[in-house]
């Protein structure tokens, strides 16, 4: 068999550079290093998930990453982008997604049926005893005003929650953010007053 030195040459530094990717350590990816890591505190980060939620709160990723540097100080000093991709993997795991919210604001008190129709029945009396029926001129001194605010910045309509939850609820407190409270009146009779706007 006729083999030139040439092509030999070059199988031996071929076989040279075999060995030397073989010997050579694995090269870790963004996030492998930090997986055990995460793995320690799983069910921590999990746990708050589960907490915050229970109150209605909005749950993001910068919130969790939040809770997680404060497990996990030394862990600032890896990308932002590794931390995140691993909680991802935490969440998938746990069945958990980003969903829109189905409602938002505050809660009902417990006897809100109650206390209205103890308004509306006061309301009846009321009108009755000053004699103000809807057939009268009277009927304009009842006056329905309501307020409402419009808010300068828009609440989240994002929050992590799990899979296939048919509600998802965002809680408010309505202190939170800046708005412009806008008042809207309308007498018994039709007329509707000047709107007002407090800031």
């Known amino acids: 068999m ?3 030195r040439s092509t030999i040459s070059r199988w031996i530094q071929n076989d040279i550079q075999f060995q030397t990717i073989e010997n050579t350590k694995k090269i870790n990816l963004p996030g492998q290093g930090i997986k055990s890591c995460f793995d320690e505190h799983e069910k921590e980060i999990i746990e ?3 907490q915050l939620r229970s109150k209605k ?3 993001n990723s910068t919130l969790l990453i939040q809770k997680i540097y404060s497990i996990k100080p030394d862990l600032k000093n890896n990308s932002y982008n590794s931390i995140r991709n691993i909680l991802y993997r935490i969440l998938k795991k746990s069945n958990i997604t980003l969903r829109k919210a189905t409602h938002s604001g505050q809660p009902l008190p417990e006897n809100s049926f109650d206390k ?3 308004f509306i029945y006061k309301i009846i009396k009321l009108r009755k005893d000053l004699n103000i029926l809807d057939d009268t001129d009277n009927i304009n001194r009842i006056i329905n005003v309501d307020e ?4 300068l910045e828009l609440i989240p309509d994002k929050t992590y929650n799990l899979k ?5 609820i965002i809680e408010t407190k309505g202190q939170e953010k800046k708005h412009v409270t806008v008042i809207l009146s309308i007498t018994g009779g039709g ?3 000047e709107d007002k706007l407090f800031f």
């Open 148 to 151: 409402t605010s419009a808010y």
């Open 48 to 50: 708050y998930f589960y």
């Open 116 to 118: 209205i129709y103890d």
């Open 191 to 193: 007329e509707k007053l």
């Open 57 to 59: 709160f909005t749950v």
């Open 164 to 168: 296939g939850a048919k509600e998802v």
């Open 2 to 4: 006729n083999i030139s």
